[in-house]
């Protein structure tokens, strides 16, 4: 009777993880401009934009005001709208009820424009 329970419970458990929206392997890909997308949660969704996980390097500064090197940030969702190259910064997903209304231009040769350009190639 134990084991049927520890099954039952670990497949309940198994069951739950793979249902998270984070559950998925994480493959970070340095763009060279102090931020790491994580390409495996590249997706697009029914409202047209491509969603992604990024990190961004913060620069840490000592008591004297000194570089004293640099750590990634925590991973945050990101959107882009390539159709009409807009960026939507993960702070205006997060706080923001508006954020559509707040898409960024992403220029050609511009950074926000090579970092759109990454993600929409691949999108799927």
């Keep these: 009777m134990n084991t049927i329970r520890l099954v039952v419970i670990t497949a309940i458990g198994l069951g739950l993880i793979a249902s998270s929206p984070r ?41 004297n005001g000194y570089p004293a090197g640099s750590h990634w940030g925590d991973a945050e969702k990101a959107a882009v709208d390539c159709g009409k190259r807009l960026s939507y910064s993960s702070y205006s997903i997060e706080y923001e009820k508006n954020w559509r209304s707040k898409g960024l231009p992403a220029a050609p040769g511009t950074m926000g424009g090579v970092l759109l350009d990454f993600v929409c190639s691949r999108s799927h």
């Design 23 to 63: 559950a998925h392997a994480e493959n970070w890909t340095d763009t060279g401009h102090d931020l790491l997308i994580d390409v495996d949660s590249i997706h697009k969704q029914k409202d047209g934009l491509v969603y992604y996980y990024e990190k961004q390097r913060s620069h840490d500064m000592d008591d």
